[in-house]
Nanobody, 120 residues
Framework: QVQLVQSGGGLVQAGGSLRLSCAASGRTFSIDHMGWFRQAPGKERELVAAIAWSGGNLDYAGSVKGRFTISRDDAKNTMYLQMNSLKPEDTAVYYC?????????????WGQGTQVTVSS
């Protein structure tokens, strides 16, 4: 089992910044990729950014490219999402997730979710 604990988030004005953290524990050696998803009211959950557990293979949704940065700290087994130039449309519940080799995100592990609200 892998446990993911999120922190960060909150309320910020448009143009501001926030950083989300996701600390992994347990059988972290089984993780293949980690990622950040978000779900806004009335919308489907979407992948925002992903990173290989090894630290390479970064991937971003087009809507956040150039504004968000995903990163990892090996020593702390923690993943981050630095969000800059936030827009009201970034408002959503953000989830971190971890998948395993040969498996899908839906069969992986998920954090508890954290609300990000961007006011105009």
């Amino acid at each position: 089992q892998v446990q993911l604990v999120q922190s960060g988030g909150g309320l910020v004005q448009a143009g501001g910044s926030l950083r989300l953290s996701c600390a992994a524990s347990g059988r972290t050696f089984s993780i293949d990729h980690m990622g950040w998803f978000r779900q806004a009211p009335g919308k489907e959950r979407e992948l925002v950014a992903a990173i290989a557990w090894s630290g390479g293979n970064l991937d971003y949704a087009g809507s956040v490219k150039g504004r968000f940065t995903i990163s990892r700290d090996d020593a702390k087994n923690t993943m981050y999402l630095q969000m800059n130039s936030l827009k009201p449309e970034d408002t959503a519940v953000y989830y971190c997730a971890a998948d395993q080799t040969g498996s899908s995100w839906s069969n992986g592990y998920w954090g508890q979710g954290t609300q990000v609200t961007v006011s105009s």
